[in-house]
């Protein structure tokens, strides 16, 4: 009888559905994987090292805002879904998503640890017949520079005996138009059959998949996505900075611009780049870069303008209040969102930590409302949400728009605030009471 080989016989086991998946990382891309993968009809084993997370997966309460409890709660109780906080499971997986954070460390430069502790842990429990895919955000080479020699030290062979590739995740927190079954799913293998095992895998979730030619190709092109992101928001950022010097409306300059049919796409300013992604991503090719002795000038940049944004948000509220004859050093500021974008409970690189933090250093009393996050502790920051009422925003020399959440009811809060500072554009709708408001 001819013996299968692990090619084929995983396979067919992912065809089938017999496959079981594993996810490391359970946060704002493993879990909906998870989900994904379990709700396909995989069974799914969850790995993370966050005790917590453990607990509320298994008590069926997400605690990730696209990821609906009711439907974690049936994958756990049909036993589809298993999560634990150790590596053991990686024994029983026919294949392994990894997606595991990619920070910066305090020098702005790339931390792996991460990676490189999960695919460890992975090489001490590998078996033939397995599919390993990093899914995590990292620097063009990452898949075959850092993990490949890792796998090397085992006896099977990538390619051959188990199969690696790279697919980067394209998950946009809050955004109710594009669910994670409508992006295409972009893979790259170390062999080509490492790029097919991986798209019958994704197939299953999503409704395209585009194999590319390696896994530094696919590392490629999440960071040409993000970074195309990061200088075009750098542009507009720079643009308002000009049109507040030159007395210009920067949105509506936006609005109009977009009227033209083709060569324009809009991106909009804002008081600072926020979220696991795009401040983040462009560092990591920018660094590769430095390392092949090439300077991304581009990015440098870029990541110069939008860090910058803050100080430029706090000049503009500092300027604001002077007209007002009240100093920022004791004025009262409060702030109106501190995620870093609308809808969503995420405060990772949010520009509204720096903004509080300046402005307290100039001796303004900050103090915030946001209900997705009631209490803050980052970065030095430790607060909690006030509770918005018309006495809250009356008691404010200013209230400032940094989050443009859509619960809250903008025209009320500028009929009953002595000023609203708007870095979101949020009040532009709001009819009544255009005195009270200064745009960013």
Aim: with cysteine; charged share 25%; proline share 5%.
């Amino acid at each position: 009888m001819k013996k299968i080989n692990s090619y084929s016989k995983l396979k067919v086991k992912i065809e089938r559905k017999d496959a079981i998946v594993a996810v490391i990382g359970l946060g704002y891309v493993g879990l909906p994987y998870a989900i994904a993968f379990a709700d396909a009809g995989f069974t799914v084993h969850g790995i993370d090292l966050n005790k917590d997370k453990i607990q509320s997966i298994q008590s069926g309460v997400s605690y990730i805002l696209d990821v609906d409890s009711k439907k974690l709660k049936e994958l756990v109780q049909k036993g589809k879904l298993f999560v634990r906080s150790d590596y053991n499971s990686i024994t029983k997986a026919d294949a392994v998503v990894v997606c595991v954070p990619t920070p910066l460390n305090k020098t702005r430069d790339p931390e792996l640890s991460y990676i490189i502790s999960a695919f460890h842990n992975i090489k001490e429990r590998m078996r033939h017949a397995q599919l390993l895919v990093l899914s995590s955000t990292t620097y063009p080479g990452t898949t075959t520079e850092l993990v490949l020699p890792v796998l090397k030290e085992n006896n099977l062979v990538v390619g051959r005996d188990v199969f690696l590739a790279f697919s980067p995740e394209r998950i946009d927190p809050g955004n109710a138009k594009y669910a994670l079954s409508d992006i295409p799913k972009v893979v790259g293998g170390i062999t080509p059959k490492c790029a097919e095992l991986s798209s019958a895998l994704f197939k299953h979730i999503v409704k395209e998949v585009i194999i590319v030619r390696n896994t530094t190709t696919a590392e490629m092109v999440k960071l040409l996505e993000n970074t195309f992101r990061s200088i075009n928001i750098a542009f507009v950022n720079e643009l308002a900075m000009m049109c507040s010097r030159l007395g210009v409306n920067i949105w509506e300059v936006i609005r109009a611009a977009s009227t033209k049919p083709y060569g324009f796409m809009p991106f909009y300013p804002g008081p600072g780049m926020g979220g696991h992604c795009i401040p983040v991503d462009p560092l990591y090719l920018s660094w590769k870069m430095k390392i092949l002795n090439y300077r991304a000038r581009f990015i440098e940049l870029a990541e110069e303008i939008n860090r910058d944004m803050p100080y430029f948000v706090v000049q503009r509220i500092a300027e604001e209040t002077n007209k007002m004859s009240k100093p920022l050093f004791g004025s009262r500021i409060g702030i109106l969102g501190v995620t870093y974008k609308k809808d969503v409970n995420d405060i990772r690189e949010s520009p509204a930590i720096e903004i509080i933090k300046i402005l307290r250093e100039k001796g303004a009393m900050v103090s915030y409302n946001d209900p997705m996050i009631p209490n803050l502790s980052e970065d030095g920051v430790k607060m909690s949400s006030k509770k918005l009422t018309k006495q809250f925003l009356k008691n404010q020399v200013c209230v400032v728009i940094l989050s443009d959440h859509s619960f809250y009811d903008w025209d009320w809060i500028v009929r009953h605030s002595n000023l609203v500072i708007d870095f979101r554009n949020a009040t532009a709708n709001v009819q009544n009471y255009r005195q009270n408001i200064v745009l960013l």
